[in-house]
């Protein structure tokens, strides 16, 4: 039987660098975005390319309900998860003083409280069987205060929070927890900015990265990773 991995917000960026990486190595996937057009073509493309199961649902992950329904959704398809990659996310730039009300929690909803609630939602699963991988996609602006990162960093500072104390909490149980930090990758995250793609890391780099992480020996985990463009942040 095929490994499963569950990837939230597989349809772009570094989500989709990870859907390839992962069915690449004959996993089957399930994934979610708030685009059902873009989830069948996701799913088309990557079933056929590499021959594995592909499971898609329209879920708004900054919704709690959407998002414990989503848990019975995979629930249904498998009572135990290998991987679980918490990667949906949104960039509004802007200040802590200055930008528009509601930024904040918007932010916390889907940056945040989609990994918590899914989190705890598949966790069970991986503690009774006493295996499993758990990456949460967090940022340099987890422990960066950029200018103009508002209340992205303070939900990415929160992200890794959570992250570390369930690397704490996992330890005993054999689930492995990692934490990854990526700079400005090349993603939809940056149309319209000014700046050469060159420039920019690749989504296939952070996906490399955190199939490295998995494949490490059950003996070891690998606890953070912090990624960069070579010429350092923008
Ligand atoms: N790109 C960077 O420079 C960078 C750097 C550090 C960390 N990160 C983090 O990496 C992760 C992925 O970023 P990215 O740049 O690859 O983003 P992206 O290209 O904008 O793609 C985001 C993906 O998440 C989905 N998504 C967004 N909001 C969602 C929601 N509420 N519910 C369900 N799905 C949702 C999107 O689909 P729909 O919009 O159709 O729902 C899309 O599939 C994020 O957590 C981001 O903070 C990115």
Redesign the pocket.
């Known amino acids: 039987m095929k490994k499963l991995a569950v990837i ?10 990870l859907i390839e990486k992962f069915a690449d190595q004959q996993f089957d996937i399930i ?5 059902e057009e ?2 069948k073509e996701l799913s088309n493309e990557v079933s056929s390319k590499f021959g594995v199961s592909v499971h898609t649902f329209k ?5 709690k309900n ?1 998002v414990l329904g989503f848990v019975d959704d995979i629930a249904k398809i498998s009572a135990h998860v290998d991987v679980l990659i ?6 509004i730039p802007g200040a802590v003083h200055e930008e528009e009300d509601g930024a904040l929690e918007q932010m916390i ?3 945040l409280y ?1 990994a918590y609630h899914l989190t705890r939602g598949l966790i069970h699963g991986m503690k009774s069987e006493k295996s499993g991988h758990i990456f949460n ?5 987890s422990f960066v205060p950029y200018v103009n990162g508002g209340s ?1 960093c303070i939900s ?1 500072f929160a ?1 890794l929070g959570m992250s570390k104390v369930l690397r704490e909490e996992m330890k005993e149980h054999n689930v492995r927890v990692t934490s ?11 149309e319209g900015a000014d700046v050469p793609e060159e420039r ?2 690749k ?1 296939e780099d ?1 996906a490399d990265a955190v199939f490295n992480a998995y494949t490490m020996s059950d003996r070891t985990v690998i606890e953070e990773i912090v990624m960069r463009p070579q010429l350092g942040d923008l």
């Open positions: 939230t917000g597989g349809t772009k960026g570094i989500g989709k660098a994934t979610c975005s708030r685009n873009d989830l879920v708004d992950m900054s919704k959407q918490n990667n949906a996310g949104l960039f909803d889907t940056n989609s996609i967090c940022s340099t602006a992205y990415k992200m990854i930090m990526p700079g400005a990758t090349f993603t939809a995250s940056w920019f890391m989504s952070v």
